[in-house]
């Protein structure tokens, strides 16, 4: 949970909204130019239907908000829904506005050019106990567009949209960072938002988040990404993986701003040239702990993670890919063909206490796939130790021991509402992490695992204390399913 800290109020005031009316007395509205004229910096509007279900459908576009530090609310056990209609944004903020609470309601339908449901070109924003679903904008964040610092905890992302026509750029289905400041995501979910480009030609990035933000501590901790894409929806099949017209990140998109992923998991997400779970090209760092990238897939390359090789640090530390997939692009470069990881030359990874699976990803094709592959030609710095994968090709030096499978079980939620894959007993994950003390830094295991669980735990029962390759570290638990059962592998 995040913790807020309240800014001492100013002769603050609360207006009370009554009506589902998009105007007139009692309604939100009205309530925002009241607001924007009282005296004093801090002011709130609580929204209260005495805890009964009610939807605000706009038949316009709300008021700007324009005070420094303003607070929207709502009361009562059911959230109230504002609906823009599919033909309004519902909140605008001013250059005034320093600090912009949103809590407990619900946002669906807006549209605008950036920021479908929330614009904030320079304010703060903390968001919380929130759902945003089918937002839509034509270049930047569905649902957000955020200048400032942007905290979201709690939050509920859903059938997001950011689409163009032809030529066009589309940024951040759900969520487009940019400006300054950091973004902070904890315990929320991005499900089924896309960047799309309509027609031929253009460039799609981060089908859930794109991050270009001069902060340096930006991070998503038990983070849930599912079936989120970053794609073309129609015109020719994308001849390779590294184009002009560019779709990458099918969930994450990072062009400028360090990211931490911790405790998280992707899945299901869809790129249509590179970077179907991830795509960075940010010159900072990117740290993948204790999270799973499962079933994502790429039509170019890098169905896991894609790199672009400009000298930042990456390291991946107790996470597992597995049933990614690449299709190497058209015509079939097998150099593309990385299910999990695609670096372009001069890469900089780290990558430890991690493990590869499976490189097919069920219902799609792909073609003589690898491990990781490097693209462009060139050589990459891999750092890697106490790391497993399953046969397959590999070129980047992944320092991996080849076992015939990860042996992982079926989708479990824990102790954090996180899904993760459980083990069975004969996986070769168990026990099999770094000899040496945890540690937040080098090649040891981190200290806790993604359910806040300490390691090293005994997971294999053999009387030896060592953490586990992976983000789940146990002592107790075995998969309820015998081995073998038919899995969801994704």
């Not at 420094?68 to 709502?74: D, E």
């Not at 003390?437 to 009387?463: K, L």
Request: a negative charge; aromatic letters at 6%.
């Amino acid at each position: 949970m995040l913790g807020i800290a309240a800014a001492a109020p100013l002769q603050a005031a609360t207006f009370t909204v009554t009506s589902t009316s998009p105007t007139g007395t009692g309604s939100l509205s009205e309530a925002i130019l009241a607001l924007n004229v009282a005296s004093g910096n801090s002011h709130a509007i609580e929204i209260s239907f005495n805890g009964l279900p009610a939807t605000i459908n706009l038949n316009g576009p709300l008021p700007q908000l324009d005070k420094p530090l303003v607070a929207v609310r709502s009361t009562g056990l059911v959230k109230p829904t504002i609906s823009g209609g599919t033909l309004y944004r519902i909140f605008d903020l001013g250059p005034n506005v320093t600090l912009f609470t949103l809590s407990d309601v619900q946002l669906t339908r807006g549209v605008n050019f950036d920021g479908g449901c929330l614009h904030a070109p320079t304010a703060g924003i903390v968001v919380a106990r929130v759902s945003f679903n089918a937002c839509t904008a034509q270049r930047e964040g569905g649902a957000i567009h955020a200048g400032g610092s942007l905290s979201i905890d709690e939050g509920i992302f859903t059938n997001n949209v950011v689409r163009s026509s032809d030529g066009g750029i589309s940024a951040g289905g759900a969520i487009s960072k940019t400006g300054t400041g950091n973004l902070v995501v904890e315990d929320t979910l991005f499900e089924g938002n896309a960047a799309w480009v309509e027609g031929d030609g253009g460039s799609t990035f981060g089908g859930a988040i794109a991050l270009n933000t001069s902060g340096n501590a930006n991070r998503c901790t038990r983070c849930r990404f599912v079936e989120n894409a970053s794609r073309r929806i129609a015109g020719a099949e994308v001849p390779g993986a590294v184009l002009p017209s560019t779709y990458m990140g099918g969930a994450v998109f990072i062009q400028l701003g360090t990211m931490r992923l911790e405790s998280s998991t992707l899945r299901r997400s869809y790129a249509q040239t590179v970077g179907s779970g991830i795509a960075t090209i940010a010159p900072s760092g990117l740290t993948i702990l204790n999270t799973t990238l499962s079933g994502n897939y790429a039509f170019g390359g890098g169905g896991g993670l894609f790199d672009s090789g400009n000298g930042a640090e990456i390291r991946i530390i107790n996470s597992v890919f597995d049933s990614n997939g690449a299709r190497g692009g058209v015509p079939f470069d097998a150099a593309l063909s990385a299910a999990h990881l695609l670096l372009d030359s001069n890469s900089l990874i780290d990558v430890f206490n991690s493990a590869f699976g499976s490189t097919q990803v069920p219902g799609f094709v792909v073609a003589a796939p690898r491990h990781c592959s490097v693209a462009n030609g060139g050589t990459v710095s891999v750092g890697a130790s106490n790391n497993v994968r399953v046969p397959g090709d590999e070129v980047c030096g992944l320092g991996a021991t080849t076992r015939e499978a990860l042996h992982l079980g079926p989708w479990v939620s824990g102790a954090s509402g996180v899904e993760r894959r459980s083990l069975f007993a004969s996986s070769p994950l168990l026990d099999a992490g770094s000899v040496l003390p945890v540690a937040t830094t080098g090649s040891a295991c981190h200290p806790s695992d993604m359910d806040g669980t300490s390691r090293p735990q005994d997971s294999n029962q053999d009387g030896i204390f060592r953490c586990s390759i992976g983000p789940y570290e146990t002592s107790t638990e075995r998969s309820l399913f015998a081995e073998g059962f038919e899995l969801d592998p994704l």
